[in-house]
């Protein structure tokens, strides 16, 4: 057999029966038909003859939640969804991103999480970061200041500055934001326990500044359901606690509308030894603990 009969051959030997004379609509009760029939005939044709004289290299397929990876999609992976699930961008349920345009409307913050050192260190950090097209400022805080202790407590020895920049008084944070306008960029700060204290900060910053601060964007990350879970970087007991998150939520919806008072995290909980399943789970839940 010639090169060109073979390849020839190996061609022909690709197309769907079903769809030899005429186009197949993807979407149409015959085509999910005429796909099941072909689909039945490919795993007995092609696909078992092959799979059973070779084993695959790995026991199974599945995905970090143990689910089963599907070995080939076709129009019946998706005949049973219903649209409205999914429905479009910029509308309930929003799978699909919160703004109709996503990223071609306007492009995402890009920001880099840092904080180190002396708030004046940070400060050089934050400036040498916007001028290399960053868009927005992550702050990093040092162990003490999230779990509440000066930096001169005894329980803060071998921790100062280490990871993350160590906050103190307002002086710091002044220090921290000194040549940036609040007003122009949206500042992260990854803070839970103090989320009150820091944020009082800042706005005593952006108010020192001359900022409105119906104009202040940023996200506070205050989500202490997952210290209690995963990090433990609390303080108060759970109920004082969750009533601080929403006296911030209240106050922030009243004062800055345009803040994000939370960031419900999950990725401390995988990181503490969960599946991804339950930490989808346990996030999920604990946007429901604070809604409620």
Same mark, same amino acid.
């Given at each position: =057999?010639?090169?060109?009969?073979?390849?020839?051959?190996?061609?022909?030997?690709?197309?769907?029966?079903?769809?030899?004379?005429?186009?197949?609509?993807?979407?149409?009760?015959?085509?999910?038909?005429?796909?099941?029939?072909?689909?039945?005939?490919?795993?007995?044709?092609?696909?078992?003859?092959?799979?059973?004289?070779?084993?695959?290299?790995?026991?199974?397929?599945?995905?970090?939640?143990?689910?089963?990876?599907?070995?080939?999609?076709?129009?019946?992976?998706?005949?049973?969804?219903?649209?409205?699930?999914?429905?479009?961008? *910029?509308?309930?349920?929003?799978?699909?991103?919160?703004?109709?345009?996503?990223?071609?409307?306007?492009?995402?913050?890009?920001?880099?999480?840092?904080?180190?050192?002396?708030?004046?260190?940070?400060?050089?950090?934050?400036?040498?970061?916007?001028?290399?097209?960053?868009?927005?400022?992550?702050?990093?805080?040092?162990?003490?200041?999230?779990?509440?202790?000066?930096?001169?407590?005894?329980?803060?020895? *071998?921790?100062?500055?280490?990871? *993350?920049?160590?906050?103190?008084?307002?002086?710091?944070?002044?220090?921290?934001?000194?040549?940036?306008?609040?007003?122009?960029?949206?500042?992260? =700060?990854?803070?839970?326990?103090?989320?009150?204290?820091?944020?009082?900060?800042?706005?005593?910053?952006?108010?020192?500044?001359?900022?409105?601060?119906?104009?202040?964007?940023?996200?506070?990350?205050?989500?202490?359901?997952?210290?209690?879970?995963?990090?433990?970087?609390?303080?108060?007991?759970?109920?004082?606690?969750?009533?601080?998150?929403?006296?911030?939520?209240?106050?922030?919806?009243?004062?800055?509308?345009?803040?994000?008072?939370?960031?419900?995290?999950?990725?401390?909980?995988?990181?503490?030894?969960?599946?991804?399943?339950?930490?989808?789970?346990?996030?999920?839940?604990?946007?429901?603990?604070?809604?409620?």
């Amino acid at each position: =057999m010639s090169q060109a009969e073979i390849e020839t051959t190996a061609t022909e030997s690709h197309v769907p029966h079903a769809a030899e004379d005429e186009q197949l609509n993807l979407f149409s009760s015959d085509a999910v038909a005429a796909v099941k029939s072909e689909e039945a005939r490919w795993r007995k044709e092609v696909y078992e003859p092959i799979a059973s004289k070779k084993a695959s290299w790995k026991k199974d397929f599945t995905t970090v939640s143990g689910m089963e990876t599907n070995p080939m999609a076709t129009p019946l992976s998706i005949a049973d969804q219903d649209f409205r699930e999914i429905a479009y961008p *910029g509308e309930f349920p929003y799978t699909r991103g919160i703004h109709p345009t996503g990223y071609r409307g306007k492009l995402w913050t890009m920001r880099q999480f840092a904080g180190f050192g002396s708030a004046k260190h940070t400060n050089e950090r934050f400036h040498y970061l916007l001028a290399q097209g960053q868009t927005g400022l992550s702050t990093a805080f040092h162990l003490p200041t999230l779990y509440g202790y000066y930096s001169d407590h005894r329980f803060s020895a *071998g921790e100062v500055g280490k990871c *993350g920049v160590a906050v103190d008084t307002l002086a710091d944070m002044e220090t921290i934001f000194d040549g940036i306008n609040l007003e122009d960029v949206t500042v992260s =700060m990854t803070i839970n326990s103090t989320a009150p204290i820091l944020l009082a900060m800042y706005l005593a910053v952006a108010e020192k500044q001359g900022a409105d601060w119906k104009k202040i964007s940023g996200t506070l990350q205050n989500d202490i359901l997952k210290e209690y879970i995963a990090q433990k970087e609390y303080i108060f007991p759970p109920r004082p606690s969750m009533r601080l998150i929403t006296d911030i939520f209240k106050y922030c919806a009243d004062n800055e509308p345009k803040y994000n008072t939370i960031s419900i995290s999950g990725y401390h909980i995988r990181e503490a030894g969960s599946t991804a399943l339950q930490e989808l789970a346990f996030t999920l839940r604990d946007g429901m603990e604070y809604v409620e």
